[in-house]
């Protein structure tokens, strides 16, 4: 496949495509096999006409038609991809002659490309990075957090609060005659977890070993079988042990059990060192955010409004496909929430706007600073990706002989060193500072200011 992209106005480019002779065929080739299962003719099974009878009957205008209705898409991507053109929209598809199976096929698209941002003639990238410093008070919710997970259940002779485990048998009855599922002998729960029902929880607060109590209730709508939702039942409980959880002292014996530490004194370094090694990367991250928001802040761009719903489209697409893995259609769960589709695509606008803001603002800083990603890297990048999935050699040569692929890893690769690039340029500043700057920016008004009254302060 041959391109040539001419650049028009209006942030337009128009892709002059030479499909080869062998990709026509295959075209043709997929048509005539799909028409083939779709018709039916006197003297053959469904699918079995010979290709000649099939090409009598259709005309090679139709099966043009259908090749070029079936892959003029696949076509087109390919061409985008190797002419590295990113469309923002349905193209306007054009040719002089329809497709002609043994012969090359040419056909133009025209189509709007992403707008170039303006960066401004000195740029200046500056931004926060917190602290990471991790404080006395983590360490010890973390040492809490262990000596919970070490803590035993102990028996006591004390009235049930909310925390303590609790041994009961349990029996729950609608007129006398007992429910099938509500029957239990030496039942284990925690007090006040919500695991009983709320009445049956509320209830064993303040009870005691051989206590026994009888609480009654209005069975909840979802209770099967279906009868018994909304009846009136009596549930017997009957305290069998009330035990309290008792934790490790912390000291050296503690950190040498729990984390086989000889002292708590390096037990608390240890979490330190952790702590401290998170905290850096989540500070690195929240750098590098703030750098490339501070990027896309201070350039000059009108942004279409199709590529803003692009990736509204992308992030609803997203949820779908994570809801539809537990079962749910998005719409059903807007539903449940009480939400409408369009309420949610309001609330992603924003962010969807600054996200393609920074994208574009990206692409400015590529251009202005060469930043390119060479074959060479592309290939290296694909194989530590591919070790570290332990996939094949082959999929490294199936990205890197595919167009579409190879392109989109190398435009996510240009994208991270540009980021990268920028992020070693920028300088670090306080939040007084950060504030500072994105007032600078924001536009001033010349009316004078409004009291209460909305009359000028002035008068």
Same mark, same amino acid.
């Given at each position: 496949?041959?391109?040539?992209?001419?650049?028009?106005?209006?942030?337009?480019?128009?892709?002059?495509?030479?499909?080869?002779?062998?990709?026509?065929?295959?075209?043709?080739?997929?048509?005539?096999?799909?028409?083939?299962?779709?018709?039916?003719?006197?003297?053959?099974?469904?699918?079995?006409?010979?290709?000649?009878?099939?090409?009598?009957?259709?005309?090679?205008?139709?099966?043009?038609?259908?090749?070029?209705?079936?892959?003029?898409?696949?076509?087109?991507?390919?061409?985008?991809?190797?002419?590295?053109?990113?469309?923002?929209?349905?193209?306007?598809?054009?040719?002089?002659?329809?497709?002609?199976?043994?012969?090359?096929?040419?056909?133009?698209?025209?189509?709007?490309?992403?707008?170039?941002?303006?960066?401004?003639?000195?740029?200046?990238?500056?931004?926060?990075?917190?602290?990471?410093?991790?404080?006395?008070?983590?360490?010890?919710?973390?040492?809490?957090?262990?000596?919970?997970?070490?803590?035993?259940?102990?028996?006591?002779?004390?009235?049930?609060?909310?925390?303590?485990?609790?041994?009961?048998?349990?029996?729950?009855?609608?007129?006398?005659?007992?429910?099938?599922?509500?029957?239990?002998?030496?039942?284990?729960?925690?007090?006040?977890?919500?695991?009983?029902?709320?009445?049956?929880?509320?209830?064993?607060?303040?009870?005691?070993?051989?206590?026994?109590?009888?609480?009654?209730?209005?069975?909840?709508?979802?209770?099967?079988?279906?009868?018994?939702?909304?009846?009136?039942?009596?549930?017997?409980?009957?305290?069998?042990?009330?035990?309290?959880?008792?934790?490790?002292?912390?000291?050296?014996?503690?950190?040498?059990?729990?984390?086989?530490?000889?002292?708590?004194?390096?037990?608390?370094?240890?979490?330190?060192?952790?702590?401290?090694?998170?905290?850096?990367?989540?500070?690195?991250?929240?750098?590098?955010?703030?750098?490339?928001?501070?990027?896309?802040?201070?350039?000059?761009?009108?942004?279409?409004?199709?590529?803003?719903?692009?990736?509204?489209?992308?992030?609803?697409?997203?949820?779908?496909?994570?809801?539809?893995?537990?079962?749910?259609?998005?719409?059903?769960?807007?539903?449940?929430?009480?939400?409408?589709?369009?309420?949610?695509?309001?609330?992603?606008?924003?962010?969807?706007?600054?996200?393609?803001?920074?994208?574009?603002?990206?692409?400015?800083?590529?251009?202005?600073?060469?930043?390119?990603?060479?074959?060479?890297?592309?290939?290296?990048?694909?194989?530590?990706?591919?070790?570290?999935?332990?996939?094949?050699?082959?999929?490294? !040569?199936?990205?890197?002989?595919? *167009?579409?692929? #190879?392109?989109?890893? %190398? /435009?996510?690769? =240009?994208?991270?060193? +540009?980021? &990268?690039?920028?992020?070693?340029?920028?300088? !670090?500043?306080?939040?007084?500072? *950060?504030?500072? #700057?994105?007032?600078? %920016? /924001?536009?001033? =008004?010349?009316?004078? +200011?409004? &009291?209460?009254?909305?009359?000028?302060?002035?008068?």
């Amino acid at each position: 496949m041959e391109t040539a992209v001419e650049t028009l106005e209006d942030n337009k480019v128009k892709i002059r495509v030479e499909v080869d002779a062998h990709d026509v065929d295959h075209a043709f080739e997929h048509a005539l096999n799909d028409l083939r299962k779709d018709m039916r003719l006197p003297g053959f099974r469904p699918g079995k006409a010979p290709i000649a009878v099939i090409r009598q009957r259709l005309g090679e205008e139709a099966i043009a038609e259908e090749a070029l209705r079936t892959h003029i898409d696949g076509w087109w991507r390919r061409a985008c991809a190797s002419a590295a053109v990113e469309g923002i929209d349905r193209p306007e598809i054009d040719f002089e002659t329809p497709p002609v199976q043994g012969a090359p096929f040419v056909f133009t698209g025209t189509v709007a490309v992403p707008p170039k941002a303006e960066l401004p003639a000195k740029l200046e990238l500056a931004a926060v990075r917190p602290t990471g410093d991790v404080s006395d008070e983590a360490i010890d919710e973390e040492l809490e957090r262990i000596r919970l997970a070490g803590a035993e259940f102990q028996p006591i002779d004390a009235a049930i609060e909310a925390g303590h485990q609790v041994l009961v048998d349990m029996s729950g009855a609608v007129d006398g005659h007992l429910i099938k599922d509500a029957q239990a002998t030496d039942l284990m729960v925690e007090a006040g977890s919500g695991r009983l029902l709320d009445e049956l929880d509320e209830a064993i607060i303040g009870m005691k070993t051989g206590e026994v109590k009888e609480v009654a209730m209005i069975l909840p709508a979802e209770q099967k079988p279906k009868k018994l939702a909304g009846a009136e039942a009596v549930f017997t409980v009957t305290v069998k042990e009330v035990r309290a959880r008792v934790l490790p002292d912390l000291d050296d014996e503690f950190a040498k059990n729990m984390a086989g530490f000889d002292t708590l004194a390096e037990l608390r370094d240890d979490i330190r060192t952790a702590r401290s090694e998170t905290a850096k990367n989540e500070a690195d991250g929240a750098f590098r955010r703030n750098v490339l928001q501070d990027l896309g802040a201070q350039v000059e761009v009108e942004i279409p409004p199709t590529m803003i719903a692009r990736r509204i489209d992308d992030r609803m697409q997203s949820m779908a496909r994570s809801l539809q893995q537990q079962g749910i259609s998005l719409e059903q769960y807007m539903q449940m929430i009480g939400r409408d589709m369009n309420s949610l695509y309001l609330e992603l606008m924003p962010e969807a706007g600054r996200e393609v803001r920074e994208e574009l603002a990206l692409d400015a800083y590529i251009e202005a600073n060469g930043i390119k990603v060479s074959d060479d890297a592309l290939r290296a990048f694909i194989a530590e990706q591919a070790a570290e999935e332990a996939e094949s050699d082959e999929v490294i !040569e199936r990205i890197m002989g595919d *167009a579409a692929m #190879r392109e989109d890893v %190398r /435009r996510d690769l =240009t994208l991270r060193d +540009a980021l &990268d690039h920028a992020v070693a340029a920028a300088k !670090e500043i306080t939040p007084e500072e *950060a504030e500072a #700057r994105a007032n600078a %920016r /924001r536009p001033q =008004t010349d009316e004078p +200011a409004k &009291d209460d009254d909305g009359e000028d302060a002035d008068s």
